[in-house]
């Protein structure tokens, strides 16, 4: 099965590891990521502004090349996910953006949010299946305790990224079962790191990435795990919990379970 691939900035340079693991476990399971020959950076934040186009276009050609090639799209990083998304159905659902974002682009046949977007683990859940990949198991995580963090972008807002429950969710705790290992329920597995705050009150992301940190740790887990280069950097390097939880990116954990090797 073949589908197109938007890796996104962060993983050609501080994400290496979501994407390389992405990649081989895809082809593991008989699926190939064709990454999109000219993509362009998504932006990093979907624009809330009504008027804000030149933003989004870079995602409105990444979904209009997986239209060409007649494939689904499937995103990876977070907060890249979030923005392809929202893109997609503001060019789907909103006719004066998705006019003047047409006119701007002046393609022979006006892009109306046709490519489908999926998130790497909704192509588990989806296409391959999880009862699937818990057979394609060679080295099941048994005995592990650990934490699904979800964080802000995965599933918000809930009608357009439609993955999954956003107050309950369980795609990444039915993936932790598949891989043989025992998910951890905790009360701030969707709640915000800190995102971008960083960048100008570093005081907000320590707080609330210790938060996180602490919680998992009361509920006796011994790792998380996320989809979203951002709140790894947090979690890593401005939580101040005394518990150093170690955080991965899922993508590793299942590469370790299907016994993938560079």
């Given at each position: 099965m073949n589908f197109s691939y938007y890796p996104g900035c962060t993983l050609k340079n501080k994400a290496q590891d979501l994407d390389r693991?992405?990649?081989?476990?895809?082809?593991?399971?008989?699926?190939?990521?064709?990454?999109?020959?000219?993509?362009?950076?998504?932006?990093?934040?979907y624009s809330m502004g009504k008027d804000?186009?030149?933003?989004?276009?870079?995602?409105?050609?990444?979904?209009?090349?997986?239209?060409?090639?007649?494939?689904?799209?499937?995103?990876?990083?977070?907060a890249c996910h979030n923005v392809l998304k929202q893109a997609n159905?503001?060019?789907?659902?909103?006719?004066?953006?998705?006019?003047?974002?047409?006119?701007?682009?002046?393609?022979d046949t006006p892009y109306k949010g046709e490519t489908k977007v999926i998130h790497y683990l909704e192509l588990l859940r989806d296409v391959v299946g999880f009862d699937n990949l818990k057979k394609a198991v060679k080295n099941p995580l048994k005995g592990k305790k650990i934490a699904a963090y979800y964080g802000c972008l995965l599933l918000r807002p809930g009608k357009v990224m439609q993955m999954?429950?956003?107050?309950?969710?369980?795609?990444?705790?039915?993936?932790?079962?598949?891989?043989?290992?025992?998910?951890?329920?905790?009360?701030?597995?969707?709640?915000?790191c800190g995102g971008y705050a960083v960048l100008e009150d570093k005081a907000i992301?320590?707080?609330?990435?210790?938060?996180?940190?602490?919680?998992?740790?009361?509920?006796?887990?011994?790792?998380?795990?996320?989809?979203?280069?951002?709140?790894?950097?947090?979690?890593?390097?401005?939580?101040?919990?005394e518990t150093r939880l170690p955080v991965k990116y899922f993508t590793e954990l299942l590469a370790e379970a299907l016994g993938v090797k560079e």
């Open positions: 693991w992405a990649r081989l476990s895809a082809e593991a399971l008989g699926i190939h990521l064709e990454e999109l020959e000219t993509w362009q950076c998504c932006g990093g934040a804000e186009i030149a933003s989004k276009l870079a995602s409105v050609r990444a979904l209009q090349a997986a239209k060409e090639k007649g494939q689904d799209l499937v995103t990876l990083c977070s159905d503001a060019m789907a659902n909103d006719p004066d953006f998705s006019l003047r974002a047409n006119n701007y682009m002046a393609l999954d429950n956003p107050e309950n969710p369980r795609i990444m705790e039915d993936f932790i079962r598949a891989i043989g290992a025992e998910p951890v329920l905790w009360a701030n597995r969707n709640e915000c992301a320590v707080k609330k990435s210790t938060a996180v940190m602490d919680n998992a740790a009361d509920q006796q887990a011994e790792m998380l795990i996320t989809a979203c280069p951002l709140c790894l950097y947090n979690l890593t390097k401005n939580s101040a919990s």
